[in-house]
């Protein structure tokens, strides 16, 4: 077993629903273990692999659910992250307020 304490944690994805964190000093890829329940009973496809974000490279998870790896958990503030743009939202906004491409000038 390991001695880290996985102190030094980046999310691989902050757009999975159980995010996954690869520890900077050990390297170890691991959840936090307030997602455990949920993740277990919901969303047990997504327990093996987490996604990189800008590698879309799927990595193992080793060190399975370990306490207080989140920032919620750790009591820390939460860092925002905002969804991508998407092509469809402009037009889905058009129509929710009555105005369609066809009548603009």
């Not at 490279?57 to 306490?67: K, M």
């Not at 920032?71 to 925002?80: A, K, N, V």
């Amino acid at each position: 077993m390991s001695t880290c304490p996985h102190s030094n944690v980046r999310c691989l994805s902050e757009f999975e629903l159980i995010r996954k964190y690869r520890c900077e000093s050990c390297g170890a890829v691991m959840m936090c273990a307030c997602d455990e329940s949920i993740g277990r009973k919901f969303l047990a496809q997504q327990l093996e692999f987490g996604v990189e974000l800008d590698t879309k490279r799927a990595v193992p998870v080793t060190a399975g659910f370990q306490p207080k790896v989140c920032e919620e958990c750790r009591g820390l503030p939460l860092t925002p992250h905002p969804m991508a743009a998407s092509p469809v939202a402009p037009q889905k906004f058009r129509d929710t307020i009555g105005v369609n491409s066809a009548s603009r000038p």
